[in-house]
Protein backbone atom coordinates (compact mmCIF):
# COMPACT_ATOMS: atom_id res chain seq x y z
CA UNK A 1 0.00 0.00 0.00
CA UNK A 2 2.26 2.54 1.02
CA UNK A 3 5.99 2.86 -0.01
CA UNK A 4 9.11 5.31 0.51
CA UNK A 5 12.15 4.92 -1.93
CA UNK A 6 15.92 6.39 -0.85
CA UNK A 7 13.66 9.37 1.02
CA UNK A 8 15.94 12.15 2.00
CA UNK A 9 14.47 15.80 3.84
CA UNK A 10 17.11 18.61 4.10
CA UNK A 11 16.32 21.89 5.69
CA UNK A 12 17.78 24.79 5.07
CA UNK A 13 18.13 28.14 6.76
CA UNK A 14 16.94 31.18 5.67
CA UNK A 15 20.11 32.44 3.95
CA UNK A 16 20.90 28.63 2.71
CA UNK A 17 23.87 28.79 4.46
CA UNK A 18 23.51 25.66 6.82
CA UNK A 19 21.69 22.87 5.70
CA UNK A 20 20.15 20.07 8.34
CA UNK A 21 20.04 16.80 6.77
CA UNK A 22 17.01 15.06 8.67
CA UNK A 23 16.17 12.17 6.77
CA UNK A 24 18.82 10.15 4.77
CA UNK A 25 17.48 8.02 2.31
CA UNK A 26 14.71 5.81 4.34
CA UNK A 27 12.99 2.91 2.37
CA UNK A 28 10.37 0.36 3.68
CA UNK A 29 7.14 -0.30 2.88
CA UNK A 30 3.95 -0.80 4.56
CA UNK A 31 1.42 -3.50 3.54
CA UNK A 32 -2.49 -3.37 3.43
CA UNK A 33 -4.12 -4.52 6.82
CA UNK A 34 -0.41 -3.95 8.29
CA UNK A 35 0.12 -2.23 12.04
CA UNK A 36 3.55 -0.18 11.71
CA UNK A 37 5.07 1.49 14.95
CA UNK A 38 7.82 4.54 13.56
CA UNK A 39 10.09 4.96 17.07
CA UNK A 40 13.12 7.11 18.06
CA UNK A 41 14.43 9.68 19.88
CA UNK A 42 13.18 13.15 19.61
CA UNK A 43 15.46 14.56 16.38
CA UNK A 44 15.52 11.20 14.96
CA UNK A 45 13.29 12.11 12.11
CA UNK A 46 9.81 10.37 12.91
CA UNK A 47 7.78 13.31 12.65
CA UNK A 48 9.47 14.69 10.03
CA UNK A 49 8.53 11.36 8.37
CA UNK A 50 5.03 11.11 9.18
CA UNK A 51 4.44 14.79 8.11
CA UNK A 52 5.69 13.52 4.22
CA UNK A 53 3.65 10.71 4.54
CA UNK A 54 0.91 12.96 5.16
CA UNK A 55 1.72 15.44 2.19
CA UNK A 56 2.40 18.35 4.97
CA UNK A 57 5.54 18.64 3.33
CA UNK A 58 7.50 17.35 0.32
CA UNK A 59 11.09 15.46 0.64
CA UNK A 60 14.05 16.70 -0.67
CA UNK A 61 14.71 13.41 -2.65
CA UNK A 62 12.68 9.77 -3.16
CA UNK A 63 9.47 8.91 -3.65
CA UNK A 64 6.12 8.45 -1.60
CA UNK A 65 3.50 6.16 -3.04
CA UNK A 66 0.16 5.28 -1.61
CA UNK A 67 -1.80 2.62 -3.75
CA UNK A 68 0.64 3.64 -7.05
CA UNK A 69 -0.15 7.27 -6.35
CA UNK A 70 3.07 9.51 -6.25
CA UNK A 71 2.23 11.97 -3.51
CA UNK A 72 4.83 14.40 -5.21
CA UNK A 73 2.77 14.56 -7.76
CA UNK A 74 -0.27 15.38 -5.78
CA UNK A 75 -0.63 19.52 -6.51
CA UNK A 76 -0.26 22.08 -3.41
CA UNK A 77 -4.13 22.97 -4.17
CA UNK A 78 -5.13 19.04 -3.89
CA UNK A 79 -3.31 18.05 -0.48
CA UNK A 80 -6.19 19.15 1.53
CA UNK A 81 -8.92 16.76 -0.18
CA UNK A 82 -6.25 14.13 -1.14
CA UNK A 83 -6.00 14.33 2.63
CA UNK A 84 -9.50 13.42 3.75
CA UNK A 85 -10.30 11.33 0.67
CA UNK A 86 -6.80 8.71 1.57
CA UNK A 87 -5.97 9.40 5.43
CA UNK A 88 -7.15 9.86 8.73
CA UNK A 89 -5.63 11.12 11.36
CA UNK A 90 -5.26 10.86 15.45
CA UNK A 91 -3.61 13.60 16.76
CA UNK A 92 -1.83 13.96 20.62
CA UNK A 93 -4.68 16.57 21.89
CA UNK A 94 -7.70 15.50 19.96
CA UNK A 95 -8.32 18.70 18.18
CA UNK A 96 -12.09 18.19 19.05
CA UNK A 97 -14.54 21.29 18.85
CA UNK A 98 -16.40 22.07 21.53
CA UNK A 99 -18.93 24.14 19.85
CA UNK A 100 -20.01 20.33 18.02
CA UNK A 101 -21.52 17.78 19.50
CA UNK A 102 -19.75 14.01 19.27
CA UNK A 103 -21.67 13.42 15.96
CA UNK A 104 -21.31 16.48 14.23
CA UNK A 105 -17.29 16.39 15.19
CA UNK A 106 -17.87 13.13 13.36
CA UNK A 107 -19.39 14.28 10.26
CA UNK A 108 -16.79 16.82 9.83
CA UNK A 109 -14.11 15.61 7.22
CA UNK A 110 -17.42 14.21 5.50
CA UNK A 111 -19.34 17.34 5.84
CA UNK A 112 -15.83 19.17 4.57
CA UNK A 113 -15.78 16.32 1.54
CA UNK A 114 -19.15 17.59 0.74
CA UNK A 115 -20.82 14.06 1.06
CA UNK A 116 -24.42 13.20 1.80
CA UNK A 117 -26.24 13.09 4.96
CA UNK A 118 -27.21 9.42 4.17
CA UNK A 119 -23.54 8.22 3.84
CA UNK A 120 -22.63 10.15 6.93
CA UNK A 121 -25.15 8.61 8.84
CA UNK A 122 -24.88 4.84 7.45
CA UNK A 123 -21.12 5.14 8.16
CA UNK A 124 -21.31 6.57 11.68
CA UNK A 125 -24.15 3.52 12.26
CA UNK A 126 -21.67 1.25 11.90
CA UNK A 127 -18.40 2.78 13.42
CA UNK A 128 -20.56 4.50 16.45
CA UNK A 129 -21.47 1.37 18.30
CA UNK A 130 -18.14 -0.38 17.76
CA UNK A 131 -16.81 2.47 19.83
CA UNK A 132 -18.78 2.43 22.33
CA UNK A 133 -20.64 6.20 21.69
CA UNK A 134 -23.70 5.23 20.85
CA UNK A 135 -24.60 6.98 23.87
CA UNK A 136 -23.05 9.71 23.81
CA UNK A 137 -23.59 11.36 20.04
CA UNK A 138 -25.38 14.23 21.28
CA UNK A 139 -22.94 15.53 24.08
CA UNK A 140 -20.36 17.69 23.57
CA UNK A 141 -16.55 16.60 24.09
CA UNK A 142 -15.95 18.57 27.30
CA UNK A 143 -19.00 16.27 28.56
CA UNK A 144 -16.64 13.36 28.10
CA UNK A 145 -13.76 11.41 29.71
CA UNK A 146 -10.55 11.47 28.24
CA UNK A 147 -10.86 7.70 26.64
CA UNK A 148 -14.36 8.61 25.20
CA UNK A 149 -12.91 12.02 23.26
CA UNK A 150 -10.18 9.99 22.04
CA UNK A 151 -12.62 7.61 20.31
CA UNK A 152 -14.51 10.27 19.27
CA UNK A 153 -11.33 11.60 17.28
CA UNK A 154 -10.79 7.91 15.90
CA UNK A 155 -14.22 7.71 14.71
CA UNK A 156 -13.43 11.03 12.81
CA UNK A 157 -10.54 9.72 11.67
CA UNK A 158 -12.24 6.41 9.97
CA UNK A 159 -15.46 7.33 8.91
CA UNK A 160 -13.76 8.49 5.50
CA UNK A 161 -13.07 5.11 5.54
CA UNK A 162 -9.04 6.01 4.75
CA UNK A 163 -6.71 3.40 3.08
CA UNK A 164 -4.43 4.78 5.55
CA UNK A 165 -4.69 5.79 9.54
CA UNK A 166 -1.97 7.75 10.71
CA UNK A 167 -1.18 8.42 14.78
CA UNK A 168 1.18 10.80 15.87
CA UNK A 169 2.34 10.51 19.57
CA UNK A 170 -1.29 9.63 20.19
CA UNK A 171 -1.11 8.47 23.69
CA UNK A 172 1.54 11.14 24.33
CA UNK A 173 -1.08 13.04 26.34
CA UNK A 174 -3.31 10.23 28.21
CA UNK A 175 -3.17 8.48 31.78
CA UNK A 176 -2.28 5.11 31.18
CA UNK A 177 -5.88 4.14 31.78
CA UNK A 178 -7.08 5.88 28.61
CA UNK A 179 -3.67 4.84 26.99
CA UNK A 180 -4.14 1.37 27.06
CA UNK A 181 -8.19 1.67 25.79
CA UNK A 182 -7.06 3.72 23.11
CA UNK A 183 -4.15 1.07 22.02
CA UNK A 184 -6.45 -1.93 22.41
CA UNK A 185 -8.57 0.35 19.87
CA UNK A 186 -5.90 0.76 17.31
CA UNK A 187 -5.37 -3.09 17.50
CA UNK A 188 -9.31 -3.78 17.05
CA UNK A 189 -9.52 -1.42 14.22
CA UNK A 190 -6.09 -3.17 12.67
CA UNK A 191 -7.95 -6.58 13.24
CA UNK A 192 -10.96 -5.00 11.46
CA UNK A 193 -8.65 -4.47 8.39
CA UNK A 194 -7.99 -0.64 8.67
CA UNK A 195 -3.91 -0.10 7.63
CA UNK A 196 -1.82 2.07 10.24
CA UNK A 197 0.82 3.60 10.87
CA UNK A 198 1.77 5.45 14.17
CA UNK A 199 4.39 7.79 15.51
CA UNK A 200 5.57 7.03 19.05
CA UNK A 201 8.53 6.69 21.99
CA UNK A 202 6.29 4.77 23.84
CA UNK A 203 7.62 0.91 23.90
CA UNK A 204 4.21 0.01 25.19
CA UNK A 205 2.03 1.84 22.76
CA UNK A 206 4.82 0.51 19.96
CA UNK A 207 4.10 -2.96 21.52
CA UNK A 208 0.66 -2.97 20.25
CA UNK A 209 2.03 -3.02 16.65
CA UNK A 210 2.09 -5.74 13.91
CA UNK A 211 5.93 -4.45 13.31
CA UNK A 212 8.69 -1.68 14.76
CA UNK A 213 10.82 0.39 12.84
CA UNK A 214 13.34 2.47 14.53
CA UNK A 215 14.47 5.25 13.18
CA UNK A 216 18.23 6.68 14.47
CA UNK A 217 20.00 9.60 12.70
CA UNK A 218 17.29 9.58 9.75
CA UNK A 219 17.83 5.79 8.87
CA UNK A 220 16.10 2.76 9.76
CA UNK A 221 18.42 1.56 12.34
CA UNK A 222 16.39 -1.89 13.16
CA UNK A 223 13.05 -3.35 12.62
CA UNK A 224 11.16 -6.13 14.79
CA UNK A 225 8.20 -7.62 13.55
CA UNK A 226 6.09 -9.07 16.75
CA UNK A 227 5.01 -12.58 14.59
CA UNK A 228 3.08 -14.65 17.47
CA UNK A 229 4.45 -13.28 19.92
CA UNK A 230 2.35 -11.64 22.92
CA UNK A 231 1.91 -8.35 23.56
CA UNK A 232 4.43 -8.41 26.56
CA UNK A 233 6.77 -10.88 25.10
CA UNK A 234 7.18 -8.11 21.94
CA UNK A 235 7.73 -5.33 24.93
CA UNK A 236 10.45 -7.18 25.73
CA UNK A 237 12.25 -7.18 22.74
CA UNK A 238 11.29 -3.84 21.58
CA UNK A 239 13.01 -2.69 25.05
CA UNK A 240 15.91 -4.69 24.44
CA UNK A 241 16.62 -2.99 21.39
CA UNK A 242 15.89 0.54 22.45
CA UNK A 243 18.60 -0.58 25.11
CA UNK A 244 20.61 -2.11 22.72
CA UNK A 245 20.39 1.56 20.17
CA UNK A 246 21.66 3.50 23.44
CA UNK A 247 24.34 1.62 24.67
CA UNK A 248 26.11 1.96 20.80
CA UNK A 249 25.28 5.57 20.76
CA UNK A 250 26.89 5.88 24.15
CA UNK A 251 30.18 4.20 22.20
CA UNK A 252 30.17 7.04 19.96
CA UNK A 253 30.44 9.70 22.80
Given at each position: ????????????????????????????????????????????????????????????????????????????????KFRREHLGFIFQDFDLLDTFNVQDNIY??????????????????????????????????????????????????????????????????????????????????????????????????????????????????????????????????????????????????
Amino acid sequence: MLKLRNVEKTYYSMLKTRAERVLKGISFEVADNEFVAIMGESGAGKSTLLNLIATLDDPTAGTITLNGQDLNQVKEDERAKFRREHLGFIFQDFDLLDTFNVQDNIYLPLVLAKKPLSLMNTRLAEIAPKLGLSEVLNKHPYELSGGQQQRVAAARAIITNPELLLADEPTGALDSRTSAELLNLLEELNQAGQTTLMVTHSAVAASHSKRVLFIRDGIIFHQLYRGNLTQLQFLTKISETLTAMLGEADQHF
